[in-house]
């Protein structure tokens, strides 16, 4: 039994649809046994699937293959999440920085708020 990448990806909750994990696949930011593949590409247990999220590698070992999408308490049947705890703090580390960078619902700065940010970053 094997089953798409794009599909395993969604089936599992490593993406949100469908089509976001066609997506991911597409432009490289999911890899098949630390390599590029496409969409439709056969995921067989033992390989290892690897996220790729901002600056982190989340890498699964696939344990079983499943033909629909589990609940979120079932995923850890099919999948086991085998990510060093470096990539862990480094996406911890991005998201942190992120938070700081710009409060929650602040949006873009404003040409004020632009030319201040200009000033300070000069003079520094």
């Not at 395993?8 to 590029?36: C, G, H, P, Q």
């Not at 960078?101 to 000033?119: F, I, M, S, T, V």
């Amino acid at each position: 039994m094997s089953c798409r990448l794009d599909k395993f990806v969604w089936s599992v909750r490593l993406a949100k649809t469908r089509s976001i994990a066609t997506e991911l696949v597409s432009k490289n930011k999911v890899l098949l046994n630390d390599a590029s593949v496409k969409p439709s590409k056969e995921v067989r247990i033992g390989d290892t699937v690897t996220i790729i999220k901002h600056t982190a590698k989340f890498t699964y070992k696939v344990i079983q293959l499943l033909d629909k999408r589990v609940g979120a308490k079932l995923v850890q049947d099919y999948v086991i999440n085998i990510t060093s705890q470096e990539e862990i703090d480094k996406f911890e580390l991005y998201r942190a920085s992120q938070q700081i960078y710009r409060a929650q619902g602040e949006g873009k700065p404003n040409k004020k708020q632009r030319r201040d940010l200009d000033g300070f970053l000069k003079d520094w």
